[in-house]
């Protein structure tokens, strides 16, 4: 291996670098004493604008400033480029959030942030579809009271005062809700980045110009095959296949998204036909592909007998990440990753001899904006401390929301963390116990706690929970083993 990707147990003994690293996360996440005004911030928006009326902030400002300067001009960041960085709202939330992190939890591999970077939120269970593998069971009624508009916004409102970067809606078909746009547009205009996952069949063009209106980035559009035989028959419905790829069409025709997604799940029927979705996806102008596992939550637990075998899956694995490294690496076609398997990172690792691997899944989806934003040195900066936010993300930089505001550790998962309405995000997050079990590679059991790749990977903590009652578990589902 050329570097190791396993969590030493030195790596949890307080080494000099990592208490200076800790100290200064402190230091900078603190407010300055005279302007009340947090230091990071004060410390950057000198460097873009050279004035303050804080003395003390001009102090904190010269003081640090060079370490910054280190810190970019080290991963060969261009000066002008990190001006553009440190002056982009999105970026410098999520870097005052890794700050924040490193001075609660301390300089960690993989990095919890102070709260989420990303959060899903299932904000309806209510769907126009009632597919085989829903793991929300979602149909046309919900089955619990949902949250209104009013709770909706004041949810949206407590996420953005958190710091809360970006921000999915999920479902069910987060489409059927009357007020989706209203909802939206709150969060767009509270500065989270948001994105919106649908089964694609209320595409219509009108509702794309509404949410491209709302400011929506990016959508993702779930395509389970190449024909309408395989997509129709796990989403339960006759004709979806060709519904859904019009909507497709609408997104890219009616929309302006950065990034337009499509989803596939994996299943028996589909395997060997993944290379071709690919392909479709790509024809139809979509710029990013998800392999999806099938998860065993909601409807998908009664279709467990459906999932593809571990050499089915070893084959495919291998087979996405030749187009992975294609694309993200090369530049040459649409961007390709997986979701519930983590293991990937692993195949990547193997394959690239310890070079290329895939960021965890919270992160992986925003190259084509850094690209866009950034011209590509953003993209580079990601894979360098890939290492640090690789795997599994809940409760790292992720987690779930449900319709009724709770909090959960992942979408499928049915473990309620904390409601809020009522709790706020950043206590929520810090003090729930299994979260903070999670958050310690070291604590993992049996074959993830066992191998040398629980760095990278670190196995579906929701799929360990699901097969061994135990969130620290082993992952059953990885066709590898421990190494
Ligand atoms: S055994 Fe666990 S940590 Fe190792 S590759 Fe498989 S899922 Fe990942
Ligand atoms: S538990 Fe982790 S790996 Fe599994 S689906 Fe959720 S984020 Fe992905
Ligand atoms: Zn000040």
């Known amino acids: 291996m050329a570097e190791s990707t396993r969590l030493e147990e030195k790596d949890f003994k307080p080494s000099l670098k990592k208490s200076f ?24 928006d000198y460097y873009s604008s050279k004035k303050t009326d804080c003395i003390h902030c001009q102090v904190t400002s010269y003081l640090t400033w060079p370490i910054i300067h280190i810190f970019f001009k080290r991963l060969l ?30 300089v960690k591999i993989p990095q919890p942030t102070r709260v989420p970077v990303v959060i899903v939120w299932n904000i309806t269970n209510r769907c126009n579809l009632n597919c085989l593998h829903c793991h929300q069971s979602s149909t046309r009624s919900p089955s619990e009271r ?85 997509h129709d028959f ?69 279709i467990t007998h459906l999932d593809v075998s571990h050499k089915e899956k070893r084959t495919i694995l291998n ?28 195949v990547g690792y193997e394959q690239s001899h310890g070079q290329i691997f895939h960021v965890s899944e919270a992160f ?21 401390f890939a290492k640090g936010f690789s795997g599994c993300s809940a409760g790292l930089t992720y987690c779930g929301l449900t319709a009724q505001g709770d909090l959960i550790p992942c979408v499928p998962s049915p473990m309620k963390l904390g409601n809020l309405l009522e709790e706020k995000l950043v206590d929520i997050w810090a003090n729930n116990e299994t979260l903070n079990n999670m958050r310690d590679r070291k604590n993992l059991k049996g074959s993830c706690g066992k191998c040398d790749y629980n760095g990278l990977c670190g196995g579906c903590r929701y799929t360990a929970h699901f ?17």
Request: aromatic letters at 10%; one cysteine or more.
């Open 77 to 106: 960041i261009s000066k002008e480029t990190t001006k553009q960085i440190l002056d982009d709202q999105l970026l410098r939330g999520t870097m005052m959030n890794l700050i924040k992190g490193i001075a609660y939890f301390g």
């Open 319 to 346: 087979y996405l990440y030749n187009r992975f490294h294609a694309s993200v690496v090369n530049g040459d076609g649409i961007q390709c990753y997986a979701r519930g398997m983590t293991y990937l990172a692993r």
């Open 146 to 230: 949902e949250l209104t508009t009013n709770e909706a916004f004041k949810i949206v409102d407590k996420l953005s005062n958190a710091g809360l970067s970006i921000l999915t809606f999920s479902g069910g078909e987060p489409l059927v809700r009357n007020d989706i746009f209203d909802v939206i547009k709150r969060a767009t205009d509270n500065g989270i980045y948001c994105t919106v996952a649908s089964n694609g069949i209320l595409m219509k063009p009108k509702i794309v110009e509404k949410l491209c209106n709302v400011g929506v980035h990016r959508v993702e559009i779930g395509l389970d095959g190449a024909n309408a035989e395989t």
């Open 234 to 302: 796990l989403r339960n419905k006759r004709g979806s296949f060709k519904a859904t790829v019009k909507g497709i069409q609408n997104c890219v025709k009616y929309g302006n998204f950065e990034e337009i997604a499509i989803t596939s799940t994996l299943y028996k029927s589909n395997v060997k036909e993944i290379p071709k979705i690919i392909d479709v996806a790509e024809s139809l102008g979509a710029t990013r592909f998800y392999l999806n596992r099938l998860i065993p939550a909601g409807r998908g637990i009664d």
């Open 467 to 483: 097969m061994t009652d135990d969130w620290l578990g082993p992952d059953l589902s990885c066709p590898f083993g421990a190494k």
């Open 21 to 44: 690293g800790r100290s200064l996360a402190r230091y900078l996440s603190g407010r300055c004493n005279e302007c009340g005004k947090e230091r990071f911030l004060s410390a950057i």
């Open 364 to 384: 992986s989806g925003y190259d084509t904006m850094f690209k866009k934003k950034f011209g590509g040195e953003l993209s580079k900066f990601v894979r360098r």
